[in-house]
């Protein structure tokens, strides 16, 4: 069986900045090692090899156009009750959001359930357990401003999460690219 999902594995520089804001001042924070931080653009969980084939497949037939995005602020998740896991947010999630329902309708076919709750994209930093709240709410306060370095998105990852005494390891299994692969050699517009 293989657990699976689908996110933008985010480039070094993004991970870095990431790392910047992350690491220290929560008691109760686990932090997402550099090496697993990636935003989900949907969960699909457990699947056999054959289903793993079919999905992989008709991943392979989304065709999406490369954008440029990114990251900014801070949250928790829920946004009421006890905080479960930090995360940062994403500036302008449109053409994000359409490439996740692309991939939602395309999933459908295959027998995998619809996505039911409104996509929020963002990128876990931490989760959370018995953290005490003057930390989060400072942790918050400091970082409300965070803004990642824009970066092109023209690809996204269909991973495999395996679990392992120390925690959960993501393995690549296939990486879709966009139509434009490349914006920086698209022609840009020049400020007036």
Known sequence: MYRLFVALDLPPEIRQQLQEISGYGIQGASWV?????????????????????????????IRFTAFEMKLKGTGCFPPKGEPRSLWAGVEDDSALAHLARKIDQRLVRQGIPREARKFSPHVTLARLKASREEHLVSFLTYHSLFQSSTFTVNEFVLFASVRTPRGSVYQKLRTYRSDQADLSSAPREQPA
């Not at 969980?45 to 392979?60: F, K, T």
């Open 33 to 61: 090692v550099p090496e697993n931080i990636h935003l989900t653009l949907k969960f699909i969980g457990e699947v056999d090899g054959g289903q793993l084939e079919d999905i992989s497949g008709s991943l392979s037939e």
